[in-house]
């Protein structure tokens, strides 16, 4: 049996078939009226139901009556309100908006920058708004005109500090830290005056692996002497068989000497090491190098085209995600030698086969050689796809996120939903990439980017290197590569120690002090803290 309470007042118990319906008072009288209802006869069922339905039309009108008045139309009746809301509906018309017109016009109206310059009046909190508002006793109109520069206000100073933070990581990023240019000076002192620390790399009786293709060759280009090591260290100590590991340094000139006295006083055997600078190759040394051309030249267009980051920063109708990638295109690596000589692997090493390239900001976590085993079906690089995560700063990239389709050059030759690779570490087959013209496809672009004033592309060498490998890319399982720890704070941990090689690519490097803790532990492992040269320079933990 249903009761029905309303107010205290009166109650009503109803049979579960409907038959009987019985009214009791609420003043606790024992008297009580019992109204037997037939079959056929639908008077009181009908009055019954008609009571209901009126207490919920009454309750339903008082409500729009209370949300009525916001609007300041305080002349509007109970009845009037009633009909205003309900009678579009019963017309079959669309509703009238509860919202006041004015509110939506004073809102729409654009507001200068410059307008709120010196207002001490606007409110800085919702709370002193409300504050505000209900001390005032303000009109639909001017509700929206404080709302509106209160929410500029705080979109203006949203902007400002993203912006800020951008500008700040980027010279963070782009620095190097008082600590690894300590140890660059400290050993380019012990390789002055240290024998032991200028030795032969590799020693002359291991020299003949260099050229060995029985070997597992990897390749590393840095200048950075403490991430180098990290990398070889890391390789070495998962490997399975350092014994057949050979890995090829290659650096500037002016790191050449802190790295080389680096590895002669902290060798990895059994693997070997070598070590050289780029004008050691006779290849590099002798005539006209396409890559370095075209670095000088886009340095320059670089350097007009963007006005520095001063210019950047004072752009005010820019978004600030678009100032973030305008600023980390004036980042030094993506100008810099090391990121664009893998294009060159095949005149570096012309005696061997196949080399699996690394990015100095990986740490490797497993063994590397069963990547020998892996058939590359006649293409060149071996790479991760990463169009298929969920998030968008890594693992959903496709040729658009890269490449700029609003250019005809672009467009008219790619698919902006093809999926994009990663650089970091790759297999090359260097034997099918020699029966290619990937390099020079390679340089044609690069040039091609620099005469239309870097409107194909922005940033970085991935770009030119998604076009050079076009068709020529075997994809590989995923565990081989695990990127954007650069960039996630919150990447999973468990993931994260599961993959073999883990990327620090991004901003936060791991050597960094705006690297994330919890993800920075993973390479200072790798690190010997109690190494002389190391706690000289005070690099710690």
């Not at 380019?188 to 260099?210: D, F, G, I, K, Y």
């Not at 980042?331 to 690394?358: D, G, Q, T």
Request: charge should be positive.
């Amino acid at each position: 049996m249903s009761i029905l309470d309303w107010n205290n007042k009166m109650q009503l118990h109803i049979s579960p078939s409907l038959r009987h319906v019985t009214v009791l008072p609420g003043k606790g009288l024992k008297e009580f009226i019992k109204v037997k209802v037939a079959s056929r006869r639908l008077s009181y069922r009908m009055l019954f139901y008609s009571l209901l339905f009126f207490t919920f039309l009454l309750r339903f009108v008082f409500v729009l009556t209370a949300v009525d008045g916001i609007d300041g139309q305080n002349k509007c009746s109970s009845i009037g309100c009633l009909g205003k809301k309900l009678g579009p509906r019963i017309l079959g018309r669309r509703p009238e908006s509860t919202v006041p017109e004015v509110i939506y016009q004073t809102l729409d109206e654009p507001l200068g920058n410059d307008e709120l310059k010196g207002r001490f009046d606007i409110p800085q909190t919702l709370e002193e708004f409300m504050v505000k508002m209900k001390e005032g006793g303000y009109d639909a109109k001017t509700f929206a005109v404080k709302l509106r520069e209160m929410v500029t206000l705080m979109e203006q100073r949203t902007r400002l500090a993203k912006i800020q933070e951008y500008l700040y990581r980027h010279v963070a990023s782009s620095s190097i830290p008082k600590q690894l240019h300590c140890l660059d000076l400290r050993l380019a002192h012990e390789h002055t005056n240290n024998a032991a620390a200028r030795l032969q790399l590799p020693s002359a009786e291991l020299v003949p692996a260099l050229v060995d293709n029985s070997y597992y060759h990897f390749v590393l280009a840095s200048d950075n002497v403490l991430a180098a090591s990290v990398v070889a260290t890391s390789l070495v100590r998962n490997c399975l068989r350092p014994n057949k590991v050979v890995i090829h340094i290659i650096t500037d000139r002016k790191t050449y000497y802190p790295m080389q006295a680096w590895f002669s006083l902290h060798p990895l055997s059994p693997a070997v090491i070598e070590v050289k600078a780029l004008h050691h190759f006779d290849w590099f040394s002798k005539g006209k190098v396409p890559v370095l051309e075209a670095m000088e030249k886009d340095q320059k267009v670089r350097s007009q085209f963007r006005g520095g980051s001063s210019a950047i920063v004072a752009n005010t109708s820019e978004k600030p995600n678009v100032i973030a990638a305008k600023l980390q295109a004036l980042s030094p690596k993506y100008n810099s030698v090391m990121n664009h000589i893998r294009i060159h692997l095949p005149e570096l090493f012309p005696s061997l086969n196949k080399v699996v390239f690394l990015d100095d900001d990986i740490v490797i976590q497993t063994d590397l050689t069963p990547l020998w085993d892996i058939d590359m079906n006649g293409k060149v690089n071996g790479a991760v796809e990463t169009c298929n995560g969920e998030d968008k700063l890594v693992m959903s990239k496709r040729l658009k996120s890269y490449l700029n389709f609003s250019h005809p050059l672009i467009s008219e030759n790619f698919n902006p939903n093809e999926c994009a690779w990663a650089y970091g570490m790759n297999i090359f087959d260097l034997e099918a990439w020699r029966r290619t013209n990937i390099s020079n496809k390679y340089h044609h672009w690069v040039a091609q980017n620099i005469k239309s004033d870097l409107s194909l592309w922005q940033l970085g060498t991935l770009p030119p290197g998604l076009i050079a490998f076009h068709g020529h890319v075997h994809v590989i399982d995923p565990f081989w590569h695990m990127l954007g720890l650069g960039y996630q704070e919150n990447t999973n941990v468990d993931d994260v120690e599961n993959a073999g090689v883990i990327h620090f690519n991004g901003r936060a490097k791991p050597w960094l002090d705006i690297a994330f803790p919890e993800l920075r532990s993973l390479w200072t492992k790798y690190v010997d803290f109690s190494d002389k040269f190391i706690k000289s320079c005070n690099i710690r933990a």
